[in-house]
């Protein structure tokens, strides 16, 4: 049996579900180069030239990922964070390469490593 995706739009993001069963904490969200996701979102997500060459598509660079984790800020994004700094991906340098709101987010996720 071939399993299809099912698109849904839930609180101002698109997304497609495994099955019509799956659970929208488990979707492929889409997010809009240059856009704002949510109204109160202090950023716009990375514009499509901040993108790198994949094998047949395009994926979002470090930097503008970062940026994305910086302005969602949920636990599981501060999680990622400190991961990517635990293996050197990001370092003290990192803060001043953003808005000065999420400069502060990032210091603050570097400054306490262990959550």
Excluded: C
């Excluded at 964070?81 to 570097?110: C, K």
């Amino acid at each position: 049996m071939r399993q299809v995706f099912v698109y849904r739009h839930v609180a101002s993001t698109d997304m497609f579900l495994d099955g019509p069963e799956a659970k929208a904490r488990d979707a492929v969200r889409v997010l809009y180069a240059n856009e704002t996701v949510r109204s109160v979102d202090v950023a716009r997500t990375p514009d499509i030239n901040e993108s790198e060459p994949a094998a047949g598509f395009r994926v979002i660079g470090l930097e503008g990922l970062v940026s994305m984790k910086l302005v969602a800020y949920r636990d599981k994004d501060r999680v990622h964070i400190r991961d990517l700094a635990s293996v050197g991906l990001i370092d003290e340098t990192w803060p001043a390469r953003f808005i000065p709101e999420l400069g502060a987010r990032l210091q603050a996720i570097l400054d306490n490593p262990d959550g």
